[in-house]
């Protein structure tokens, strides 16, 4: 019996951005694990699964990793089709590439399919373009929560010119501006701070690194959202390079 398990990005929350493979998938799956990012809508996709879900939201009450991981195992060695569907792209700050691993290693062929990853998305819905010649040349995802709570290289990235889309980072705001600003970058860089994005309950405050996390906490910012960090942002800069270039 061929065991296969898809690992399936099922983007940011609108249903519409959904990968053409990820719904083949999801036609075929019989078991579908679910992520608690995951927007449910997506669900019509698979009427005949059965859906079981997984969520693992940062600090709150969660299935454990490793269960997870065994009982993806244990309904593919029953030769069921199964899809574990995750939030954004499953190899972003996803254990996309843990589980792979971790299913590899025991036999499981593992599909992974894309999915449009949360920082795309919110900046591409604020109209903020991550890369824009002239301004910004390269764009760096990085995730403001880690395991062992080891600090970040903060001045690299300060210094590194790039545009910054910051993951799990509502938790850690005032971490993230004060390093940045030890670290070097401008303290008026604009920021964006991008709640559900995609969503219809998409929100979004503008603000600068000195006081991002005053006017976040005035804005009452919530998890899911992500920080984009960069004069990307600021819409007079996009608008000066498209004037140029149309002159
Ligand atoms: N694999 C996911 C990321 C999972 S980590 C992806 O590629 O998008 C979870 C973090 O992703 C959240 O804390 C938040 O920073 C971000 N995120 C996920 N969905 C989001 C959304 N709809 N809007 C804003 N941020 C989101």
């Not at 790039?162 to 920021?191: C, F, N, W």
């Not at 991002?212 to 804005?219: C, L, N, R």
Request: hydrophobic residues 45%; contains cysteine.
């Amino acid at each position: 019996m061929n065991a296969k398990i898809w690992l399936v990005g099922a983007g940011p929350g609108d249903p519409e951005l959904l990968t053409l493979k990820a719904v083949r998938a999801l036609r075929e799956a019989e078991v579908v694990m679910l992520d608690d990012l995951v927007n449910p809508a997506i669900l019509e996709h698979c009427p005949q699964a059965r859906v079981i879900r997984v969520g693992k939201r940062g600090g709150c009450r969660s299935t454990p990793q490793a269960f997870i991981q065994r009982l993806m195992l244990r309904h593919a060695r029953q030769g069921r089709c199964v899809v574990r569907l995750k939030g954004g792209d499953p190899c972003v700050f996803g254990r996309g590439g843990e589980e792979a691993a971790w299913l590899q290693a025991r036999g499981v062929e593992v599909e992974l399919v894309n999915g449009i990853t949360a920082g795309l998305a919110g900046a591409t819905h604020c109209g903020i373009p991550l890369t824009l010649r002239g301004v910004s040349r390269g764009v760096t995802l990085v995730t403001a929560h880690t395991q062992d709570d080891s600090s970040l290289n903060w001045q690299a990235l300060a210094q590194s010119g790039m545009t910054l889309v910051v993951y799990m980072g509502v938790a850690r705001l005032i971490d993230i501006q004060h390093g940045l600003l030890a670290g070097g970058m401008s303290k008026e860089t604009p920021v964006a701070m991008i709640e559900n994005a995609s969503l219809p309950q998409q929100r979004e405050c503008r603000s600068q690194l000195q006081c991002m996390a005053v006017d976040a906490a005035a804005f009452e910012l919530k998890s899911p959202a992500i920080l984009v960090i960069g004069e990307v942002v600021s819409g007079a800069v996009a608008s000066l390079e498209l004037e140029r270039e149309a002159g």
